[in-house]
């Protein structure tokens, strides 16, 4: 995958807040919940050096070519979600209509994951 066609380098978007005013940042941990213990857990394994589906850089691409509103309205793991799948589908992975027929089963099952 080519990441410098997608975008400029050094363009600043919607996730560099860096020397930019906001709201305060929450410090206390909060323990995790046992669907973001589990997307952390995807994380990992698709970057394992045994399967190798994925690398940090790619990952971190996709967090940061995220579409402004969505990552402005979704939680941190929700992000990484949405981050995993794109580039699970652009990698040939996995098809859009299979995460979408997944996602239905799911919500279908009454799932309280986002």
Avoid at 61 to 88: C, F, G, K, Q
Wanted: charged share 30%.
């Amino acid at each position: 995958m080519n990441m410098a066609e997608d975008q400029p380098l050094h363009a600043t978007a919607h996730h560099d807040y860096g020397g930019q005013p906001g709201e305060p940042v929450e410090t206390c941990a909060h323990p995790a919940t046992l669907w973001e213990q589990r997307v952390d857990a995807i994380l990992e394994l698709l970057g394992d050096p045994r399967r190798r589906l994925m690398r940090v850089d790619e990952f971190r691409w996709m967090n940061e070519t995220m579409a402004p509103e969505d990552y402005e309205r979704l939680s941190y793991y929700e992000r990484w979600v949405h981050s995993i799948a794109r580039l699970m589908v652009r990698k040939g992975v996995v098809t859009q209509a299979e995460l979408d027929a997944r996602i239905a089963r799911l919500r279908a099952e009454g799932s309280d994951a986002p």
